[in-house]
């Protein structure tokens, strides 16, 4: 079993910045692939971005390329999320998830792929 807590949406205006964090307890930390999927109202939840915390590798969507980073800190088993450049159509509750994988196969990156999430947190950016 893997527990998700994720923390640090928020409120900010577009082209500013917020850090998410997601901190994972009950299992290894090493030997999963991690993502950031969001989801707005009335749409569907899509994976921005993954990360192998065995190998580090990472992934994003083309739609936060360039203004998203996903990054680890294997000491505090918390994976995170830097956004930056943020625009209103980022606005969404952000969910942490995990499956117990060490890649992230680019054909099991949706979110049905994922066993493992966490309660979300909101972002909401204003234009």
């Known amino acids: 079993q893997v527990q998700l807590v994720e923390s640090g949406g928020g409120s900010v205006q577009a082209g500013g910045s917020l850090r998410l964090s997601c901190a994972a307890s009950?299992?290894?930390?090493?030997?999963?692939?991690m993502g950031w999927f969001r989801q707005a109202p009335g749409k569907e939840r899509e994976g921005v971005a993954y990360?192998?915390?065995?190998?580090?590798?990472?992934y994003y969507a083309n739609s936060v390329k360039g203004r998203f980073n996903i990054s680890q800190d294997n000491a505090k088993n918390t994976v995170y999320l830097q956004m930056n450049s943020l625009k209103p159509e980022d606005t969404a509750m952000y969910y942490c998830?995990?499956?117990?994988?060490?890649?992230?196969?680019?054909?099991?990156?949706?979110?049905?792929?994922?066993?493992?999430w966490g309660q979300g947190t909101q972002v909401t950016v204003s234009s």
């Open positions: 990360i192998a915390t065995g190998l580090g590798s990472t």
């Open positions: 998830a995990a499956r117990r994988s060490n890649y992230c196969y680019a054909w099991s990156r949706r979110a049905a792929d994922f066993g493992y």
């Open positions: 009950g299992s290894s930390f090493a030997g999963n692939c």
